[in-house]
């Protein structure tokens, strides 16, 4: 089943939206940062998964979900490991269907 958001972004099963955002990563260094996230696994598990990752990974793959991670000045928009990996975990999921208790 795939559904689309006001934004006009395909929204799909986690599985499946993992799937494309690997096929579509243009490095290494973005499908490891990608496979570290578990769509099964809790928030919590991820999260730390996520932040034992070097800080250059994270932004790489940042980058590639099309997150801003510099301002105009070139400082970092992110202060801290934490901040960057839940930003990466919610895009991630921004391209999950959405299923509501009614369903």
Not at 22 to 43: F, M
């Amino acid at each position: 089943v795939v559904s689309t958001q006001s934004t006009g972004q395909v929204c799909l099963p986690p599985k499946a939206a993992l799937g494309e955002l690997l096929e579509l990563s243009p490095s290494g260094v973005v499908k490891k940062v990608l496979t570290t996230y578990n769509y099964k696994a809790t928030y919590t598990s991820n999260l730390k998964k996520m932040k034992s990752l070097l800080v250059s990974q994270l932004e790489e793959c940042a980058v590639f979900l099309k997150l801003r991670i510099r301002n105009d000045d070139d400082t970092k928009v992110y202060s801290n490991r934490e901040i960057l990996a839940d930003r990466i975990i919610m895009k991630i999921e921004s391209h999950f269907e959405d299923t509501c208790d009614e369903c």
